[in-house]
């Protein structure tokens, strides 16, 4: 194999040709630049240079396989450019923000003083890189939806059943057949990696341990591959959110590609077709750019539009090769003619979509906006929920219903089931946990969860989840007070 130089490298630092290292490996990704779903800058301000450091974090071990020809896989970097990086490395000086992260990490408390989900939201914004916060908790446009989906819950009471046997409480249920120690999935969430080395394999294992299901995000930073493997048991169930490529051939290939690894289940997003406008992952890098300077003068022009590319932010970089035309009619029957696993549905936002899934004969769907991460003022999943149950009731005999959306307590949680929901997801929440304290987050999260399910099943006087009905919560014309810090 080819070796180059630093030197060598350097001197492909345009559009016309364009070379980056990474792991030590040189790549010739001038044809792959306007292909890049972050865009071409994004690579360009690498060009020529070792990428190493910004690569690693966000994409699969797979990815440059998939993406970069085989002839572009130009050779490795020869053993005295190697020496003077690992020497350069030595020297680094840490950046302001990494030393505010080595600081909180000192600081972080133990894992047993975390008693809610809150809690360990707290802690991990705390010692997360700035960058990896801002796109974790970035929400759409002015945060409204965000806020109103968690505030939603505020507005379902409980008519509790007292004088009830509840010592034999079972939180147990199934997902699309398979078993859940509790009513309660990890909703696909991008890029693990950014808050934990080890990013998804700590969703998979912290799952296995509690017994709960891992649904698999298409942009995770861990190849799909990776993460199959890093299941304890190869029976443990495995879901994968799938963001459908707009080119059928790219998207048929991931989808056998899941299949063939034992995979479960296809969970088709519908409601990130196009980039949202996530204000907080947009800004970060300036954020970055003015706590680094301190109050110096900026380096960057001002008068310069850089173009759309820019506002774009990590989210928006990886949903911009979705496909945007999917139908019922079409796109529903073209993943069955591709693959035998279940479809559900994730994004339903109206009653109307969701009887139109069970018409296209889904085995699932998920209210979902996203999270309060796309488009403002769409309704809160519980709401939408609500509006099913009192308008449609049918729909919950022909498929299985889940939300997600700002649940931050077991209260939430069985709210939705006596509602009429088979389970809820939680994306944001085990992302913070793996972030924070690595697999033993996920774990202790999921006992939280189970601990604050199982208080609430026994209040109500219930001892199955399938003892949960409407009758039992009732929604009221006011607000309640916010969740208080106690």
């Not at 133990?110 to 700035?130: G, H, Q, S, T």
Request: with cysteine; proline share 5%.
């Amino acid at each position: 194999m080819p070796t180059f130089t630093l030197e060598q490298v350097a001197e492909h630092k345009t559009t016309g040709s364009c070379w980056v290292i990474i792991l030590n490996k040189v790549y010739d990704v001038t044809d792959f630049l306007f292909d890049h779903p972050g865009g071409a800058n994004v690579i360009l301000r690498y060009a020529g240079q070792d990428a190493t450091a910004a690569y690693v974090p966000i994409h699969p071990s797979d990815a440059l396989d998939k993406n970069i020809a085989p002839e572009k896989h130009l050779g490795s970097l020869d053993s005295e450019s190697i020496n003077r990086q690992k020497e350069a490395g030595k020297n680094k000086v840490q950046t302001k923000d990494e030393l505010r992260v080595e600081e909180a990490v000192k600081n972080k408390p133990p894992l047993r003083r975390i008693i809610n989900v809150e809690d360990m939201e707290e802690v991990a914004k705390k010692v997360l890189p700035y960058g990896a916060m801002a796109y974790y908790s970035s929400a759409g446009d002015d945060s409204i939806t965000h806020v109103e989906n968690g505030r939603a819950f505020g507005r379902f009471f409980f008519h509790p059943r007292v004088m009830r046997p509840v010592s034999a409480c079972d939180t147990s249920t199934t997902i699309l057949g398979y078993k859940s120690s509790i009513p309660v999935y990890i909703s696909g969430a991008a890029l693990a990696r950014l808050g934990h080395p080890l990013g998804e394999a700590n969703l998979t294992r912290g799952a296995y341990k509690t017994g709960i299901i891992q649904m698999v995000s298409s942009n995770s930073s861990l190849s799909y591959a990776q993460i199959s493997a890093a299941r304890v048991s190869p029976d443990q169930p495995l879901f994968f959110q799938l963001y459908k490529h707009r080119n059928d051939a790219t998207a048929a290939k991931r989808i056998r590609e899941v299949e063939a690894l034992g995979y479960n289940a296809i969970f088709l997003t519908v409601d990130a077709l196009v980039p949202g406008n996530r204000e907080l992952d947009v800004r970060a890098p300036h954020y970055l750019e003015d706590f680094e300077n301190q109050g110096l003068p900026t380096q960057t022009k001002t008068d310069v539009d850089e173009g759309e590319a820019f506002r774009l932010g990590t989210a928006g970089g990886l949903v911009i090769n979705n496909d945007a035309d999917m139908t019922w009619e079409k796109t529903i029957p073209w993943i069955r003619s591709i693959t035998k696993l279940p479809i559900v549905i994730k994004g339903v936002q109206c009653v109307q979509d969701a009887v139109l899934a069970c018409e296209a004969g889904c085995e699932g769907i998920v209210l979902s906006n996203h999270g309060g991460r796309q488009l403002e003022y769409s309704l809160p999943p519980i709401e939408l929920l609500y509006r099913i149950q009192q308008q449609r009731p049918d729909v919950f005999e022909k498929t299985e219903v889940y939300i997600d959306g700002a649940i931050r307590r077991g209260t939430d949680v069985v709210k939705a089931l006596c509602l009429g929901a088979r389970a809820v997801g939680l994306g944001r929440a085990f992302l913070y946990a793996q972030s924070a304290y690595g697999e033993t987050g996920v774990v202790h999260l999921a006992r939280i969860l189970e601990r604050e399910i199982r208080f609430s099943m026994e209040s109500l006087g219930v001892r199955k989840i399938s003892e949960l009905v409407p009758q039992m919560v009732e929604r009221v014309d006011w607000q309640s007070v916010s969740r208080a810090k106690l």
